[in-house]
C-alpha cells in the first residue's frame, strides 16, 4: 500500500482531535516553562513542589513528549507514515516523565492519587491510542 487509498471522514476528525490535543499540551508546556516563583506560589504545594523539584532531563521529556506528538498529529493531517514513529517517541518521552514523578519521587505521598494520576493517565491512554491510530491508518494505506 503506497498511501494512494483516501481516508475516510472520521480520519480527519480523529487527526484533527488529535491536533487539538497536542496544540493543549504545548500550551501547558509553554505555561509551566514559564512559571515564576509567584505562580507557583499558587498552586497546591505539592504540585508546586514537584513542578519545582523537576530535574532537567524531565523538563526535555515534556518538551519531546508534547512537541513530538504535534508533529505526529501534523503528520497525519499530511498523511505520512512518520506520524507513528513520532507518537511512538512521545510517548515514551511521556512514559519515562511520568514513571518518574510517581515512582520515584514522593508526589503520590503528598497528594491524593484521584487527584494526582487523572490526567498522567489520559496523557498515557491517549498517547497508546495516537500509536494504534497511526499504525492503524498506516496498514490501511491512508499513510504515504
Known amino acids: 500500500m503506497d498511501g494512494s487509498t483516501r481516508p475516510p471522514a472520521w480520519y480527519w476528525i480523529v487527526a484533527v482531535l488529535a491536533l487539538l490535543w497536542e496544540a493543549v499540551g504545548c500550551y501547558f ?3 509551566q516553562v514559564r512559571m515564576g516563583p509567584a505562580e507557583l506560589a499558587q498552586l497546591p504545594p505539592a504540585q508546586a513542589e514537584a513542578f519545582a523539584g523537576m530535574a532537567t532531563w524531565q523538563w526535555a521529556a515534556f518538551a519531546t513528549a508534547v512537541w513530538v506528538g ?5 503528520g497525519l493531517l499530511m498523511r505520512r507514515r512518520w506520524a507513528s514513529l513520532a507518537f511512538w517517541v512521545s510517548l515514551i518521552a511521556a512514559a ?12 503520590l505521598q503528598r497528594m ?3 487527584e494526582a494520576l ?4 489520559s496523557i498515557i491512554v491517549l498517547g497508546l491510542v495516537f500509536v494504534w491510530f ?3 491508518a498506516a496498514n490501511k494505506g491512508w499513510l504515504r
Open 70 to 74: 504535534l508533529l505526529g498529529a501534523l
Open 118 to 121: 487523572p490526567l498522567p493517565i
Open 96 to 107: 519515562a516523565q511520568y514513571g518518574y514523578t510517581f515512582f520515584a519521587t514522593p508526589i
Open 112 to 114: 491524593p492519587a484521584s
Open 29 to 31: 508546556y509553554v505555561v
Open 134 to 136: 497511526a499504525g492503524f
